[in-house]
C-alpha cells in the first residue's frame, strides 16, 4: 500500500484498494472457501490506515465473475476507475477462470499508458507472508506468529450475550461472545486487548476460547474477563486482540483447581501486557 500511494502521488493521483465482498471464492466454492481473517469493515480501516486514499468494495455477482480478463481490464480498471496505474501482487489473478495474471496485466497497461508494477511479497521468520501462513498460525494457536506477521494483533469482534453466568459466581465475570467476525485462534487461554467497537479505551483480557469442559459442556465458546473492567458490556460489540497465548484448555479436577489456574492465568495477562499498558 505504501508503494501505491508514493505512485498515485507521483501522478497527482488518488491511491484506490479495491476488493470484493463477498469474496469471489465463497461463490464459486460455498462451503469450502476458508474463513475471512477479517471482515469488509476492518478491511476498509486498515486499508485506509496503510496509506489508500479511498477504498471501493465490488458487490460481487454473476455479472463480475463472468467478466473475462480483458473485459475486466476494459470495462472496470480503464472504463469505471479512469485507472493511471497499478500496483499488484505477482499472484494476481483476474477475470473469468482467473483467465488474467499480473504479467497479462503488465502487457495491457503498457499498452494503455498505465503505469505497472509488481511488488514482491514480504518474507518473515523464514516464509512468505501469506494468508494461509496466517490461517495455520491461528489454527494452532499461534497468535504471537500471526502479530509478528501481520504487523498488529489479529482481531476478532462479537458481540456481547448473556452465557451461563458461571463467571460471576467464580469471581472471574466474562464476556460471552456470539456473531463472531473473524477467526478465531484454536482453543486456549491468552492474553488480549479488549475494547468496544469504535472506542479508543481497551482493558488487558484473559480470554478463553474452547467448551468450558470443567463443567461437562462440549460447546466452543469465546469468553473474555476484562481486568480492572465492571461495566455492563451485554448487547455491545467488544474487539477482541490476540496477543500471547498463555496455555491450553483442559478439564479441571474441582472448581478450587479451577479458580487458582484462572487466578493464575490473570497474573500472566497482567505481566505480558504490562509492557504495552501505555497503549490504554
Known sequence: MTRLRERAEQSNARAIALSFDPRPVDLLRPGLAPAPITWPERK???LLQAGAHDVGFFKTGPWLLGLTARE?????????????????????????DR???????????????????????????GGLITTTRIRNALSKGDV????RWLGRPHRILGRVVRGEGRGVGLGFPTANLDEIQGVVPNHGVYAAW???EGASMRYPTAVHVGPNSTFGATQSTVEAHLL????????????????????????????????????????????LLAPDASGR
Not at 78 to 90: D, N
Not at 99 to 115: T, V
Open 44 to 46: 476498509v480501516e486498515l
Open 144 to 147: 504471537a506468529s500471526a502479530l
Open 72 to 96: 475486466f481490464f476494459d470495462q472496470i480498471l480503464v472504463g469505471l476507475f479512469h485507472a493511471r496505474g497499478m500496483v499488484e501482487g505477482p499472484t494476481f489473478g483476474f477475470g473469468r
Open 228 to 271: 480492572d473492567f465492571s461495566a455492563d458490556l451485554y448487547g455491545r460489540k467488544l474487539n477482541l486482540d490476540f496477543i500471547a497465548q498463555i496455555r491450553g484448555t483442559r478439564r479441571f479436577q474441582d472448581v478450587p483447581a479451577l479458580l487458582a489456574q484462572i487466578a493464575d492465568d490473570v497474573q500472566q495477562t497482567r505481566a
Open 194 to 196: 479488549a475494547a468496544e
Open 99 to 125: 483467465g488474467g495474471d499480473a504479467e497479462l496485466l503488465g502487457e495491457w497497461c503498457q499498452r494503455a499508458g498505465m503505469n505497472f508494477e509488481v511488488v514482491p511479497p514480504l518474507e518473515v521468520d
